[in-house]
């Protein structure tokens, strides 16, 4: 499972209030990922990072920010949570599966916001 | 614009037959396919995946096919058992980089005993 963990794993919000999500591995994995799963949309892409202070946007980058001061932790950020984030966060990163590389991904945190 | 369709939402499959999910593709630079399973309350897991140049890959029950011409791929379960009951993901890469994975809306599967 790459030693992917995720903190918290619940948060209930309100509209306006910042909220960052942590994701810590343990495997030195260059590639981290932010994801958000939605009914009806499936998995997509936040902002992904391929070292540290290294980020890029994925497809759903609008209201949130990322960062990566070292190796093992990848920052989820919302500035200013409104309601249309409310759902459910995963971090993947890549590593080795047999000969190929793969994502990984931790449990998961279900956020709220009212 | 969904470049990764799974059009079944959900799949019923009784015990021990076989389960099929299939998922289709638009974008032509995708070469490499994956499939995850989620539990509830769980993050998705690695199943299987296949690249671009073959057209099957089997790991014991699972057995993925590719139709490129058709951008076509499904999942084969055989035979299906109570714990295969999940949510399946199908995913698609492009140059054979999985750095950057593109996925399906998934489709929940349910074995019925």
């Known amino acids: 499972d790459a030693g992917i963990t995720q903190s918290p794993r619940h948060k209930v919000t309100e509209t306006g209030t910042p909220v960052t999500l942590r994701c810590h591995q343990t495997?030195?994995?260059?590639?981290m990922y932010w994801y958000r799963q939605d009914p009806g949309h499936g998995l997509r892409l936040i902002h992904y990072?391929?070292?540290?202070?290294?980020?890029d946007k994925g497809e759903v980058s609008d209201g949130y920010s990322v960062s990566r001061s070292k190796t093992e932790d990848f920052l989820l950020t919302l500035e200013s949570a409104t309601s249309s984030q409310t759902s459910v966060y995963f971090c993947?990163?890549?590593?080795?599966?047999?000969?190929?590389?793969?994502?990984?991904f931790g449990p998961g945190t279900r956020l709220t916001v009212l | 614009d969904q470049q990764v369709k799974q059009n079944s939402p959900s799949l019923s499959v009784q015990e021990g037959r076989i389960s099929i999910l299939n998922c289709d593709y638009t974008?032509?630079?995708?070469?490499?396919f994956l499939w995850y399973k989620k539990y509830p309350a769980e993050g998705p897991t690695f199943l299987i995946s296949?690249?671009?140049?073959?057209d099957k890959n089997e790991d014991g029950r699972f057995t993925v096919f590719l139709n490129k011409s058709a951008k076509h791929l499904s999942l084969h379960i055989v035979p299906s058992q109570p714990g295969d009951s999940a949510v399946y993901f199908c995913?698609?890469?492009?140059?054979?980089?999985?750095?950057?994975?593109?996925f399906g809306t998934g489709t929940r599967l349910t074995i019925i005993p």
């Open positions: 993947a990163a890549l590593g080795l599966a047999g000969s190929t590389d793969t994502q990984y």
């Open positions: 495997e030195n994995h260059r590639y």
């Open positions: 990072s391929y070292g540290v202070k290294d980020t």
């Open positions: 974008n032509s630079m995708f070469d490499y």
């Open positions: 296949i690249s671009s140049i073959k």
């Open positions: 995913a698609a890469a492009a140059n054979f980089g999985n750095e950057k994975l593109t």
